[in-house]
């Protein structure tokens, strides 16, 4: 599995607007949902439950929200840069500005977890988290997210 099996050029926005955590969750569902062909209001009370059992804020600005749903054939993601950073409860407690929402079939437990990591391994490198607060692009995002990941596949 690869990012580009995760994420394709129209799942990727910059400047994404929100006051908090919620308003960010809730922009993401209604921006994404169209995509992965899932129902808005499903996604955001997936993303919100999932919440509620901790924060999905990894560190250094970074959350993968992620959750379960019924009707998708295969992982999916939606990565976004915020325009201005929102707290999220991080486990570092610093305020989040990079964003991948990760959902997955119902009973895809091992393509989840096998997902979620790579999404993780991903955003944990300083490096790309850098390069990616660094341009406005929604292109460019989505070349430095998936050519960073190819780079260092093994």
Known sequence: ???SDLLTPKAVT???????KKQALQD?????APLMGVDERVLFETLIERERLGSTG???GVAVPHGRLPGLSAPTGFFARLEKPVDFEAVDNRPVDLIFLLV?????GGDHLKALALVSRL????K?????????????????LVDHAASHAA
């Open 104 to 108: 997955t079939p119902e009973g895809a």
């Open 58 to 60: 990894i560190g250094n």
């Open 28 to 32: 993401l569902a209604k921006r994404a």
């Open 128 to 144: 790309t988290c850098d390069k990616l607060r660094g341009t406005d692009r929604a292109d460019a995002l989505y070349a430095l």
């Open 123 to 126: 955003l944990r490198d300083r």
């Open 1 to 3: 599995m690869q990012i």
């Open 14 to 20: 910059t400047r994404l607007k929100a006051a908090n």
